[in-house]
Each structure stands twice: as structure tokens, then as C-alpha cells.
């Protein structure tokens, strides 16, 4: 497939300028659900149509056999090389001319785009020969709103016809059918359309796994802009393939080394973070090449490999050495935006590598009045002050400086839950409930003012029985216990590395007092039944009051 995307292909040339303050926590990214297709084969069956002994039919029916006939023609093209070029041309003015029929449909103008495609791997004619021909560009068009008119369709594993009639299904069994040429293009091909993609935010799932299988298979190393531009599109589109990411991380640690492009790097620390994705070996040799090449290292890519350590909660072998010849030297004037510095700031103390002197120099007034009027300060932008500030209080002995005023609107910050996170925290909580003996023995939800809701709060006197919230004196010395759920999103992709700012959460909690019951949706299961979930939570229970 050429230049199948159309208009979308101009997302593939991109290496666009991208924010380093984005954050994971408290939120996640969402992308909009559409698709594009790809060519598929042409097809050689003749058109059949009712018989009807209306003239206006009969004429149509005449046009569909003309058509289908300059295919079969064109597709039998075993004696194409002896043509001269001349000849080349009009064979292929002969293929477009069919363009001007008013009733081309989808599978017609897909399949002329694969003869194309097959003509220019094969030697036999060149892309620009026809790049600019506004009757390719229709054809591209053509297969673009074929595909939009299915936006939103559901494509569940079970039955991807559910929704759909009759009509509607033999358009998208062409759509399928396209699919699975997505493993013949050519990689670079590939490349573009997933940039054309993620440039339109529109994300269906069999193309996208048909694209990366196509990637996947290429035995050629990718040059390093392929690299990222793969993961910002995979990043755009939250599609995290691990197999993919695997293949990527291979191609990255042979071509590292002669990068000397300092944007690129930032673009791919970037990607990682958005995904959530953490690979020690590179994430080591990437610090590695930020260190030796800190002569055209930029700061905004610095700042980029901060806060996707951050994210992924790493801290790499040479980091104290990076420390004190890179990150120790930044300042708030180093950035564009105050809100840059803050992200930095944040970033390092979810490292555990921030100093007093960086606390205080956002935890000032006047700082923060920078960022925007208190009330009008993004949540997430809160999110992070109040780490930062129960970081300070908690964490850092020798700190003396400012913290945040308690009546401060920071503190009116709004901290939710997903859907699926709220689920797994009632299934512990039903299980609590009949394991103590009443809700009145824990409670759910705590905001303590650091940023981050805990989950469940109960307390246990030493005979290591529950005791009632309401009953509680302010200086007990009953053991504080709090439950921390761990859902799909609190982890990296891997599944096995909780991120930076669960971490962070962590020491912060245990710093206040809590003995930590940390409960994993790998382990502890929704759909479990009841006694089950009650068993796993006492003896969780038992193995930290012993």
C-alpha cells in the first residue's frame, strides 16, 4: 500500500516539539476510537447485481463490468517488464481513468491502490509518477471516508457483527480483509500509516496488531527516527504492544551511539513515559548517551529523562553522577514556564534525590502565584505541590523551609478513582465487612493532604483486634494499618514494576505511622468468591501485626 492514508500520511514526517509536563498519575490518557484502512487484493469475480430489465440498471451493471474489466487487464501483468516507460505511464493513466465513474466502491478503489502499490515494489514504475494525480488522491479519499463511516464500531473479540446489518457487514469483511495486508506492506509503509494514525487520534485495534506484526517480522534494523516515531504514535494511541516495544529496544541499544540529535531523545523518553513502559538496560544506556553528550544536550530533554524516571519509578546506575553534573545545575529560569520547574521538582522527589533548597523554591508564595491564581492551578499541578509538601514535612529531617498554608486551595485538589480502581477497592471492603464486625471498623478513601487518596484506614490494639474509627483518641497507640489496592494502571506495562508516584506513596504513608497492606489485582481477584477474598485478607493481615 502507497500512500493509502491520504492525508494522513503527512503525521508520519513529524517529530514534533512535545511538553516534558506531562504527567501519568491521576490520570490517563485517552484516545478517540476510529480507523483506516489498507489495501487489499484486487478482486477479478465479476460484479453481480440483480436482474432488473430497467435501462438506467442495465447501464450500471455495464459500468461495473468495465471497471472490473480494466482490473482484470491490469493485473495481468507478467509481461510488464519488456514495456517501455512511455507505455509504463499509460498503463498506469489507463488504471486511474476509472476514476471518474461516479459509482467506485470501496473494494474498487482499494484494490487499484494495491495494484499500484505491487507496480512500485516491483521496479516496474516510480511513486511520483503519480503521488500529485488528483485521481490517486480521490482513490485515497475514497478509502478514507469508507473507513470514517464505521467510527465507533465495536470490535469485540466475540462477535464483531453484533451491531451491524447486512449491508453493513460485507463493507467491513472488506475492511478485515485489508487488515491482513497490513503484514505485506513495506515496514516503512507501515511506519507511515501508524504516524497517520496517531495524527488523527483514530485507534482500531485489529490494524493496529496487524501493524505491529508487520514490524515485528522485519529483520532489518530501524533506523532511530522510525523508533520514534513508532512510540510517539503508540504513545498517542495507547498502544503499548509488547512484543513491539521489545523489537524497538533492540533496534534503540544498535543505534544509540551515533545518535547526536538531542530532540530525538527527548521524543523517545517522552513516548516511554506516556506508555508507562520500563526497560533498565535502555533507560541505563539512554542516561549514558545524556551524560557523554551534554555539550547539545537540550534542557527540556533532560527534563524529559526526569520525569519518565519518575514515572517508571528507576533510578539508573550513573544517576549521582548525573545528578551532580546535570540536574543539580537546573533552576526555574532554566525553563519556559514555571510549571516545567515544578514538574522537575516533583520528579525528583518521587526519585528520592530532591534537595531542601528545591523544596523550598516551590513551596514559596510567591512561586506558586506564578503558576496561576491558587484556585485556577490544574489538579494534577496540585496533585504534585502536595507531594512535594508531604515530601518536605515527612520525608526531609533537615528541611526548614516554607510549606504550603493549610488553608491553602491546593488542599481542595479533587482526587478520583477509575471506574475499574473503585470495583477492586469494594471487593476488599466487602471482604472487610465480613471479616470485622462492622464497617464501622474501617473506613475508605482518606484524603490526608499529601496528594494521593488511601484506599482503606483501620487500626488494631495489641491483641490484634479491629477497633472502632469513632473510638479512636487522636494519640493512640494502636496500630494504624492502611490498605493500598494496586490496579492495572498503578503499574508499568510489564505489570511487575509499580510506578514512581505509588512509591512515593509508599514512604510517605510509612513515614506518617501506617504498617502497609499492600494488595495487588494479580493476587486478589474481583470475581473471587467471597470466603476466598476473606482468607487472603486476613492472613495478609496476621503477616504484618506479627
Known amino acids: 500500500m502507497l500512500k493509502l492514508i491520504g492525508t494522513l500520511r503527512n503525521g ?119 503521488e500529485k494525480n488528483p485521481k490517486y488522491e480521490k482513490l485515497c ?7 470514517n463511516n464505521y467510527k465507533g464500531m465495536n470490535f469485540n ?31 516503512d509503509q507501515a511506519i507511515k500509516v501508524l504516524s497517520g494514525l496517531a495524527t488523527k487520534q483514530r485507534r482500531i485495534k485489529p490494524m493496529l496488531l496487524a501493524i505491529a506484526a508487520n514490524i515485528q517480522q522485519s529483520k532489518r534494523a530501524l533506523s532511530i527516527k522510525n523508533i520514534a516515531d513508532i512510540l510517539y504514535s503508540m504513545a498517542c494511541l495507547n498502544f503499548p504492544d509488547q512484543v513491539l516495544l521489545q523489537k524497538l529496544c533492540k533496534d534503540l541499544e544498535l543505534s544509540l551511539h551515533a545518535v547526536n540529535q538531542s530532540p530525538i531523545i527527548g521524543s523517545i ?38 520525569m519518565t524516571l519518575a514515572t517508571v519509578g528507576f533510578t539508573p546506575n550513573n544517576f549521582e553522577t548525573l545528578n551532580k553534573d546535570l540536574v543539580s545545575t537546573l533552576s526555574e529560569t ?13 520528579a525528583l522527589t518521587v526519585l528520592d534525590q530532591v534537595t531542601p533548597e528545591q523544596l523550598q523554591s516551590v513551596l514559596n508564595t510567591g512561586f506558586i502565584e506564578k503558576l496561576a491564581d491558587p484556585t485556577e492551578i490544574p489538579h494534577v499541578k496540585k496533585h504534585k505541590l502536595l507531594n512535594i509538601n508531604a515530601a518536605a514535612k515527612f520525608l526531609l529531617k533537615n528541611y526548614s523551609g516554607p510549606f504550603l498554608p493549610p488553608d491553602s486551595s491546593v488542599f481542595d485538589s479533587l482526587l478520583v478513582k477509575s471506574k475499574d480502581k473503585q470495583i477492586f477497592v469494594k471487593a476488599i471492603t466487602d471482604a472487610l465487612t465480613n471479616l470485622f464486625p462492622s464497617r464501622e471498623h474501617f473506613r475508605i478513601n482518606i484524603d490526608n493532604g499529601i496528594g494521593f487518596l488511601l484506599d482503606v484506614e483501620f487500626f488494631m490494639n495489641d491483641k490484634c483486634a479491629p477497633l472502632s474509627i469513632e473510638k479512636i483518641p487522636k494519640d493512640t497507640n494502636a496500630l494504624r494499618i492502611g490498605i ?63
Not at 459500468?63 to 493485473?75: A, P, V, W
Not at 479519499?141 to 473507513?147: D, F, H, L, N, Y
Not at 513516548?271 to 538496560?281: C, H, K, T, V
Request: charged letters at 25%; one cysteine or more.
Open 12 to 130: 508520519s514526517s513529524r517529530l514534533g516539539s512535545r511538553t516534558s509536563t506531562w504527567c501519568i498519575p491521576n490520570h490517563q490518557i485517552v484516545s478517540t476510537c476510529s480507523s483506516v484502512a489498507t489495501a487489499s487484493q484486487i478482486n477479478n469475480d465479476k460484479v453481480t447485481e440483480p436482474k432488473s430489465e430497467d435501462a438506467t440498471n442495465m447501464r450500471a451493471k455495464a459500468k461495473h463490468s468495465r471497471i472490473n474489466l480494466i482490473f482484470e487487464t491490469l493485473s495481468q501483468d507478467k509481461n510488464f517488464a519488456g514495456i517501455s516507460k512511455s507505455n509504463e505511464l499509460k498503463m498506469v493513466e489507463e488504471l486511474l481513468g476509472f476514476v471518474d465513474k461516479k459509482d467506485i466502491n470501496f473494494k474498487q478503489a482499494i484494490g487499484a491502490i494495491d495494484t499500484l502499490r505491487k507496480w512500485v515494489e516491483n521496479g516496474k514504475i516510480k511513486f511520483k509518477d503519480f
Open 141 to 147: 479519499r475514497i478509502v478514507g471516508q469508507s473507513v
Open 157 to 187: 473479540k466475540k462477535n464483531r457483527y453484533d451491531s451491524m446489518d447486512a449491508s453493513q457487514s460485507y463493507e467491513l469483511s472488506q475492511l478485515r480483509e485489508s487488515y491482513s495486508n497490513m503484514r505485506t506492506i513495506s515496514v
Open 269 to 306: 523518553l517522552t513516548s516511554f513515559g506516556m506508555l508507562r513502559y520500563r526497560n533498565d538496560e535502555i533507560l541505563n544506556m539512554i542516561s549514558e548517551w545524556i551524560l557523554k553528550s551534554k555539550d547539545i544536550l537540550r534542557t527540556q530533554d533532560l527534563c524529559a529523562l526526569l
Open 334 to 346: 532554566d525553563m519556559i514556564k514555571s510549571s516545567e520547574w515544578l514538574d522537575v521538582v516533583w
Open 484 to 546: 493500598v489496592a494496586n490496579y492495572y494502571h498503578d503499574y508499568c506495562i510489564d505489570e511487575q514494576n509499580l510506578l514512581g508516584p505509588v512509591l512515593l506513596h509508599y514512604r510517605l504513608l510509612q513515614a506518617k505511622g501506617y504498617r502497609l497492606l499492600d494488595i495487588s489485582h494479580q493476587d486478589f481477584h474481583t470475581d473471587d468468591k467471597l470466603l476466598k477474598r476473606i482468607t487472603y485478607i486476613n492472613d495478609r493481615i496476621k503477616s504484618i501485626v506479627k
